[in-house]
């Protein structure tokens, strides 16, 4: 079980880099 949170924690933040990344590059800072 703790291995399922441990996996699941490393997804959600691959996640969130890999969102943050393609706002990123679709939408730059004018």
């Known amino acids: ?13 691959i996640s969130r880099l890999a969102y943050a990344y393609i706002e990123s590059v679709f939408s730059p800072p004018f």
């Open 1 to 13: 079980m703790p291995k399922f949170l441990i996996l699941n924690d490393i997804e959600d933040k």
